[in-house]
């Protein structure tokens, strides 16, 4: 993100810290300030949402940072210190808190000891007792909003989850289209909030997946698997993660976290205070055997100089009365020096050479944590920016996002020719909802490279994504003139093409994409979507049965499916689709909505009411505006028309009234 002028006229960006699906997070100086001390700002950006979309969100975001403003202080909790709107970006200012992310701490196959983690957990949980009796739920606990403090040492909880709520949800970006049930960063995440139920123990749940990640060094794709099975597998009964296998820990503190992680939120603890008291009864012992930090904080090497120590009075006219052998000692010294500076580098080079073999042969077999300590053996006898490359590739792997791009942007820095360091870097930031900085990295790829035909198709996902459709196109054309068999180049630009209301050039694209790949679900689902726009409702029930039939677990084709079952007559089946898509995304309010208008249409007023309700709390969670008034104006209807049958619950339902509004639906599911 460059910025030249100051933000909200006072704050002068340093330089980003990250991006993630809310948004950026930037290094400023407060310019109103001496010295201009560094304060954090969150950026949520707010284009393409109308006027009264805007007014709306605002609104929300507003009451939510004011709360956060002024809720009580605690030394371990960053101070809001302001917020601002400023050219459809809301903006909240944080106190900078100095030192390092416990995400870089927690290392793969580096287990944290029990004491240590027994510690970990009480000063986290102490900090959360004193945020709850705030009356807020964070939300968004993970490593690495956990900072320790550099000046003590102390653990600090940063980023409440303020944009996450208000912000409508969205998909991270997939080079490969590899997606799994649960994505790294909501690992940490409870079942129920994910589905839009958040209770204080959906903090609890967070801090105990963090420690079970201290205390047996997976990686978060591990956790998330782990947690994916259970899912899959798990009974009403036991809905437990199995972790233990991958620990050795006391009996009691397995228990603990068992029960802070439970997949049913009445089967968890209940309040942070309740898990604070079982974590001391474990900490007892612990204490009495250490008293050094959790988390030593890194400190600087001492200064060579002060290792030497001063020559004494006499020392000095010793030297003096022997100046001409000292001078040949001294001379003699300095060419052996200039020949193992000269010659030492060989051994160095060759050692670095044979790790980044070592390495290329880890990743090559999938071998990715193997692939990353061989690079990292590399980087320690000489940085390079490939070596950095490859590594980052591996951390990409194993969904470690954060550090991938660390490698990337190292990479860039030591070696800016590598454009497929640029392409990664770009692809990272697109999943972490970065499309600006995506479209930055893409360019500078193809400069470097005009024949990258992968930077084309992915830039062109990102200008479609910005509402570039005409450019999107353009891309997607050049890749398919480089590589004409590239069956994702011509699906999206069929999405394209659709979206510009060029549907005869869409069907085309879409049917190539077939041809080329036969099993392919988005072409079969997007073909379907695009005679659905142009009014083949049976054409694309056609298509849409066969994408369920190639992928079961997909909400997508259900829901659009139900769309056009319902174009065909068949009321019936299309409330068989919704729920069916209900079943595989809960938070799917479009599905809710749209039963709701279908059951209402045969006369069940009370599943009617039941599904706009549910549609209206997803929507307002999600921060959307349209449709929230959509689902309160249904309510509103069967409130006038039926006043006993469903008594008026006193929320506000005066949105102007609408006649013969469209029922909303995905035209296209995301890719």
């Known amino acids: 993100m460059a910025v030249k002028q100051l933000l909200g006229g006072r704050y002068q960006f340093i330089k980003t810290l990250g991006s993630d699906v809310d948004g950026g997070t930037y290094l400023v100086g407060d310019t109103y300030l001496e010295g201009h001390p560094k304060c954090v700002i969150k950026r949520l950006p707010l284009d393409g949402k109308g006027p009264r979309a805007l007014q709306f969100i605002l609104l929300l975001l507003q009451k939510k940072a004011e709360a956060l403003k002024h809720m009580g202080t605690h030394e371990q909790v960053p101070k809001i210190l302001a917020y601002f709107e400023e050219k459809h970006n809301f903006y909240l200012v944080e ?99 994910l589905q839009g139920d958040r209770h204080f123990n959906s903090d609890i749940y967070s801090v105990g997946m963090i420690g079970i990640q201290a205390l047996s060094g997976l990686t978060t794709a591990q956790l998330a698997k782990l947690r994916n099975g259970r899912r899959r597998n798990g009974t009403a009964a036991s809905m437990q993660l199995l972790w233990h296998k991958d620990v050795s820990a006391s009996p009691m503190l397995m228990t603990v976290l068992d029960r802070m992680v439970h997949l049913h939120s009445e089967q968890r603890y209940q309040t942070a205070a309740e898990v604070l008291e079982d974590v001391r009864k474990l900490h007892k012992d612990h204490k009495k055997q250490t008293k050094a930090k959790i988390l030593p904080v890194d400190a600087p090497a001492p200064s060579p100089l002060l290792s030497v120590a001063e020559p004494s009075y006499s020392q000095t006219n010793r030297r003096t009365s022997s100046r001409p052998l000292m001078w040949g000692i001294g001379l003699a010294c300095l060419i052996g020096l200039g020949a193992w500076l000269y010659f ?184 379907g979507l695009v005679r659905r726009r142009l009014g083949d409702s049976a054409g694309a029930l056609k298509d849409l049965n066969i994408a369920i039939n190639l992928d079961p677990d997909d909400p997508d084709p259900y829901y659009n499916r139900g769309l ?70 249904q309510l509103e209807q069967l409130q006038q028309r039926e006043p006993q049958l469903f008594p008026s619950d006193g929320s506000d339902t005066s949105f102007e009234a609408k006649k013969g509004f469209k029922t909303y639906g995905a035209d296209f599911a995301s890719d």
């Open 95 to 193: 106190e900078f808190i100095p030192g390092r992310p416990l995400s870089n701490v927690l290392k793969p196959k580096q287990p944290l000891s029990e004491d240590v983690v027994v510690q970990l957990l009480e000063e986290v949980l102490k900090i959360l007792m004193v945020v709850h009796s705030w009356g807020v739920i964070h939300r968004c606990i993970k490593p690495s909003n956990i900072i320790q403090r550099q000046t003590d040492g102390k653990l600090v909880l940063t980023g409440f989850g303020i944009f996450r709520e208000i912000s409508a949800q969205s998909e991270p970006f997939d080079d490969e289209d590899a997606r799994t049930s649960i994505e790294p960063e909501q690992v940490y995440t409870s079942p129920d909030q």
């Open 564 to 633: 056009a079952r319902l174009e065909l007559g068949d009321s019936l089946g299309a409330i068989e689709d919704y729920t069916e898509t209900i079943k595989r995304a809960p938070h799917h309010a479009l599905a809710y909505y749209d039963r709701g208008l279908v059951k209402l249409d045969i006369g069940d007023k009370l599943g009617a009411f039941a599904d706009f309700q549910t549609s209206a709390k997803l929507c307002l969670d999600a921060g959307r505006q349209g449709c929230y008034e959509d689902a309160r104006y």
């Open 344 to 527: 030492g580098r060989i051994p160095q080079q060759t050692r670095a050479y044979l790790y980044m073999r070592q390495g290329k042969s880890a990743l090559k077999n999938n071998q990715y944590q193997q692939a990353i300590t061989d690079f990292s053996n590399a980087l320690n006898q000489e940085e390079s920016g490939y070596a950095f490359l490859q590594r980052g590739l591996a951390y990409q792997k194993l969904d470690q996002w954060r550090e991938a791009q660390s490698d990337f942007s190292q990479a860039i820095q030591l070696d800016p020719s590598l454009d497929q360091a640029y392409f990664q870097r770009g692809n990272i930031r697109f999943s972490l909802g970065d499309g600006q900085g995506a479209l930055e990295d893409y360019s500078k790829a193809i400069a470097l490279n005009p024949k990258a035909i992968k930077a084309y198709v992915n830039r062109g996902t990102v200008r479609g994504d910005l509402g570039d459709e005409q450019g999107a196109i353009d891309d997607y054309t050049i890749a398919i003139q480089g590589n004409p068999s590239l069956a994702s180049a011509y699906l999206n630009r069929c999405l394209s093409r659709s979206n510009l209301d060029d549907h005869g050039g869409a069907i085309t694209d879409c049917s190539q994409a077939i041809a080329l790949e036969p099993n392919s679900v988005m072409a079969y689902q997007n073909r």
